[in-house]
């Protein structure tokens, strides 16, 4: 197990009763991420290995055909970085450039313990050889019943039988499965310049998708630094521009935490809709800034800029351009946290849940809809193990705190709710979920879960959020018993892992 060191030289790192964790949207993929973190992966393999599990079993949001990012502390060189394979436009217009084999291929080389084959490999075998459906597969089939009734090729995946199947029953995607093979034995090259590769984009265009063989073997994946903000000895990171919920969600930060511990707790769900309606208004003035000039990006979630948000006696009516912003429900999120106290956080999507409608070698293609990657939204949270917080970081010099992805209604500014929950009171992940919510929908409506009110709200129809979470309140290092690891009750995942 590797060991962090303070500043006196101490040997310090998580207990071995702290045997990692994962909190995924579907029960197949997170007990994947387990058995790969019981073999000896890292938090990279398992997050890899369960978005390969969740493209067959929740392929409505996680489909090959998409794109995402993944924040990732290092415990060894204390520090947060993003991996960014989020989805661009293709040289045409139309469906934009499949991102996540490649995406999740360069984290686990990068962070990675475990061979390839191993983390691809069970989410070829359930492809191949069937899976039972679980409850989150059939309600994401069931939500977008008329949505496959009417594409003849979703059909075709999922109404083999004339009717869409039901929760415990069995469901194979062959093509699928050919693909993943592929991927598997020959590593993500192979689905992006190989053989496959072009065979799939022929299909894609075949299907009515716009980008050619070039276009998929030119995507690449991007290391980035991420958002970060500052508190007292606290860095939280957020996903850097296209993700622009990244940009509101360190707003929000910025906003509610020097007033969170100081609300009391039945108010706090006004003071967050505040903050999420000044953040969303705020959406109307980045489309005219350079927002992949980091230092742009970097601005906007200063806390000068938060100041100046506040400044307004009444939150202002949020632009339409905040639409792709606030509204993640085509997005599945994955946490996950390794023994020797690494994290990853992911986000992917298709832009619209399944995607643009078109399927090619059994692979959805994802929705050209504008801005697919903006709702994208986790968060991560590290402590200066030292107990000053440095600019330039060095090896062993933080720890994890906090890990969350926020899909569904809302589910940006929940992600944040949960982590300033964590930080500020270091309250427990299942209090945090058990509050009612508050959020603002991607139409700008106003939504409220039952025992939460607010002016102008109307109640809720849908669950709002839907939250995976890892959360050490004191620290992993300075108190691995606190750890704990949650999915949301308003979805149909699975948390599995924690202490002994």
């Given at each position: ?54 493209s ?21 060189l ?15 217009a ?13 984290l686990?080389g ?5 061979r ?36 003849p ?25 050919e ?23 022929a ?191 060095r ?22 709710g949960?982590?300033?929950?964590t ?23 106003i ?54």
């Amino acid at each position: 197990m590797a060991a962090a060191c303070s500043g006196g030289g101490d040997q310090r790192g998580p207990a071995a009763d702290f045997v990692g964790g994962a909190a995924v949207d579907e029960p197949r993929a997170a007990l994947v991420a387990r058995d790969i973190l019981a073999a000896g992966g890292s938090a990279a393999d398992a997050a890899s290995a369960a978005y390969f599990a969740l493209s067959v079993t929740l392929p409505g949001r996680a489909t090959l055909g998409g794109g995402g990012a993944c924040l990732v502390f290092d415990p060894v060189l204390g520090r947060v970085e993003t991996v960014d394979f989020m989805t661009r436009p293709a040289a045409q217009a139309g469906s934009p450039v499949p991102m996540n084999a490649r995406g999740f291929f360069v984290l686990q080389g990068r962070y990675g313990r475990l061979r390839w084959e191993q983390v691809v490999a069970p989410g070829e075998a359930m492809a191949r050889f069937g899976v039972q459906i679980s409850r989150a597969q059939a309600s994401e089939l069931a939500e977008n019943a008329s949505r496959i009734a009417a594409s003849p090729e979703l059909s075709r995946l999922f109404r083999p039988a004339g009717a869409l199947p039901r929760e415990g029953e069995r469901l194979v995607q062959p093509d699928l499965a050919e693909i993943l093979g592929a991927i598997r034995s020959r590593g993500a090259n192979e689905f992006h310049a190989g053989s496959a590769g072009v065979r799939f984009a022929a299909a894609a265009r075949a299907a009515g998708g716009a980008f050619s063989a070039a276009d998929l073997a030119a995507a690449a994946p991007q290391f980035r630094a991420p958002l970060s903000v500052s508190l007292q000895d606290m860095r939280v990171s957020f996903l850097p521009p296209p993700a622009q919920a990244g940009i509101m969600q360190g707003q929000l930060w910025q906003m509610l935490a020097p007033r969170w511990a100081q609300t009391p707790r039945e108010r706090r769900g006004d003071l967050s809709l505040d903050a999420q309606l000044r953040a969303l208004a705020d959406a109307g003035r980045w489309g005219a800034l350079d927002l992949e000039d980091f230092g742009v990006s970097s601005e906007a979630v200063s806390a000068r800029r938060a100041q100046a948000l506040m400044a307004a006696s009444a939150a202002p009516a949020p632009s339409a351009a905040a639409r792709a912003v606030a509204d993640s429900s085509a997005t599945t999120t994955i946490v996950t946290v390794d023994r020797e106290g690494g994290a990853v956080a992911c986000a992917v999507t298709a832009g619209e849940e399944f995607g643009a409608g078109r399927v090619a070698n059994g692979v959805i293609l994802a929705s050209a809809q504008a801005r697919p990657s903006a709702s994208l939204g986790v968060v991560m949270a590290t402590r200066s193990i030292g107990g000053v917080l440095s600019l330039s970081q060095r090896a062993d010099s933080a720890q994890f705190v906090f890990a969350g992805g926020g899909g569904g209604i809302g589910g940006a500014a929940v992600a944040v709710g949960a982590g300033l929950g964590t930080v500020v009171e270091r309250a427990t992940l299942d209090r945090l979920i058990e509050q009612p919510r508050v959020v603002v929908d991607g139409a700008l409506r106003i939504l409220a879960e039952p025992g939460a009110t607010a002016p102008g709200a109307v109640p809720a129809s849908v669950r709002l959020g839907r939250l995976n979470a890892v959360a050490c309140p004191a620290g992993l290092v300075d108190e691995p018993t606190a750890c704990r690891v949650r999915t949301d009750p308003r979805g149909d995942g699975l948390a599995v892992g924690g202490v002994r």
